[in-house]
């Protein structure tokens, strides 16, 4: 569906959960979240509802995310079901990899073709720093599990934090020569956790392209993602900029909470519930919420925080 500023609206993320393993710093709260009663979240059929009222819409391509949605039981199931709706022509999803050893083939099976995996360090004591209390190796053996598997696409999410890991750029570069794959620097974001850290800690993406000047702009966008390369590289590199540089224009999603509210956009407060609605009133509910969708976000930087009125692992990164 076209919204009311002419983009293509096609994308829709799902939180399946606000639950997570991790308590990455700038995403949750150190205490992690209290357990949303069963009768608050949308339960799997709402979900699958969801997201065939979406495909009536225009809908093709859907993110599974959270929380950790590899820590609600059931998920594989779910991406089964969500992969044989008509109209859905991609199934992704965001993780944090610690679980993807256990269910990589399994997703695979169930028709998710392309996974984005969260990895701020290769350096365990930073690993464990920042994810509270994640272990990097899980980390590192899942995306190795998921790369042996074939996925169409796998992308390393890297949220850049100065003074933190902005000393690995290079590193993490490097990981695209040999192998196909997409490692994305992400600028930290003033939500959730991210709210409190100190002004310092937003560095903008151009930071990648001093310190890697043989990066080599590929001339298109994937997404909301620049792309680059290094001469001769595997893989690619993509710096999304949402603080330095807008991509509002090229937005082409909407949300859906893990308790049913639909986001027309991550940084606003309008929510539109969905939970208990049936087929029809979900369908023209997320046409609402597409011709609701503003122009542009509110104004983003350490000063001025986003307006989402809840934490990224509530919303879906
Ligand atoms: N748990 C999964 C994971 O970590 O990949 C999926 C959910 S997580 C909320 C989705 C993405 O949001 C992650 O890549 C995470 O790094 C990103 N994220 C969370 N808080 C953020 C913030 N304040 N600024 C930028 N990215 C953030
Ligand atoms: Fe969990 Fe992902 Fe948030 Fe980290 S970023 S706390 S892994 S939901």
Known sequence: MIDNFGRSIDYLRISVTDLCNLRCRYCMPEEGVPKQSHESIMTFEEIVSAAAAAAATGIRKIRITGGEPLVRRGIVSLCKEISSIEGIDELCMTTNGTLLVKYASQLKEAGVSRLNISLDTLVPEKFRYITRLGNLEDALEGIDAAYDEGFDSIKI??????????????????????????????????????????????????????????????????????????????GRVGLIRPISHKFCDRCNKIRLTSDGMLKPCLHSDREIPLKGKSFSEMEALIRTAILEKPQVSCTLDSENPSMAGRDMNMIGG
């Open 157 to 234: 999410n890297n949220v850049l934090t100065g003074g933190f890991n902005d000393d690995e750029i290079e590193e993490f570069v490097n990981m695209t020569r040999d192998r196909n794959i997409e490692v994305r620097f992400i600028e930290l974001m003033p939500i959730g956790g991210g709210i409190d850290f100190d002004p310092d800690k937003f560095i903008s993406c151009e930071h990648v392209l001093e310190r890697v000047p043989q990066l080599e702009s590929m001339g298109f966008s994937d997404g909301v993602a620049n792309l680059y390369k290094l001469p001769e590289a595997e």
